[in-house]
């Protein structure tokens, strides 16, 4: 997604079940640039919030998606995207 | 061809009659999976479900989407519940609409197999005071790796 406007442009992100409890959020925004143009540059920021963070994202078997599709972490990240972290799902 | 995520209470009977009418098949096949009273838990009190909606609605389309180029089927619909839910009540149904009862077997399994390591949704087992997050199954992978290679070797 490209940034139509001026000013501060950001990028979603979404926790969900065991992930969501271990870093105590739902979800954040962050203020996107270049700096966190892959999943795992913006893993490295988050990382950087505490214990926690770093352990809960660092989960061997944690899952992320952009925009609703499960990616690798060298996926790109862009202005406006929906970034989400989550464990293996369990539906069904 | 539908997809429903809700929190609301589902009518299997509502939705069979509304899907058989809405889209005549010769072969039309339907499962339900309900929530049961044991698990990773020895007993099981009730069922939390944690979802991402937006996502289950992309992942559940594209599966269907998946299973109609497979076997040909004139018409899919599958409803997924979030939410809390007790013991016995219905946590998923899947219909499928084909020709040939062997498509419409197939694809309503490949759905099933599919949707439960595929979509956004993760169960939380309630037994007295106290709830655990439920693992991933490995028969439920290795039913999923079945469909993995193409449209015939499930």
């Known amino acids: 997604m490209v940034s139509q406007g001026i000013g501060p442009t950001v990028i979603t992100i979404k926790f969900f079940s065991l992930i969501r409890e271990a870093v105590e959020v739902e979800g954040l925004s962050l203020e996107w640039s270049p700096d966190l143009s892959s999943v795992a540059m913006v893993k490295a920021e988050l990382s950087q919030r505490g214990a926690n963070w770093s352990d809960a994202l660092s989960h061997p078997n944690l899952i992320q998606a952009v925009n609703h599709k499960v990616v690798f972490e060298d996926n790109a990240v862009a202005d406006g995207d929906e970034l989400a972290f989550f464990p293996p799902m369990t539906g069904g | ?154």
């Open chain 2, 1 to 154: 061809m539908t997809v429903l995520v809700t929190k609301d209470s589902i009518d299997l009977g509502n939705l069979y009659q509304v899907f058989v009418e809405r889209y005549p098949s010769a072969a039309v096949a339907n499962f339900a999976g309900h929530v049961r009273d044991h698990g990773d838990r020895e007993s099981v009190d009730c069922l939390e479900l944690e979802a991402y909606p937006e996502m289950a609605i992309s992942q559940l389309t594209a599966l269907g989407v998946e299973a109609t180029s497979r076997y040909g089927l004139h018409a899919w619909q599958v409803v997924h519940r979030y939410g809390e839910l007790s013991v016995g009540e219905p946590i998923v149904w899947v219909a499928t609409a084909a020709d040939h009862r062997a498509d419409a077997f197939a694809a309503c399994e490949f759905l099933m197999d599919t949707l439960k390591t595929d979509a956004p949704f993760w169960k939380r087992e309630h037994s007295g005071q106290e709830s655990s997050w439920v693992k991933v199954q490995t028969r439920d992978l290795e039913r999923k790796a079945r469909w993995l290679g193409g449209s015939d070797t499930a």
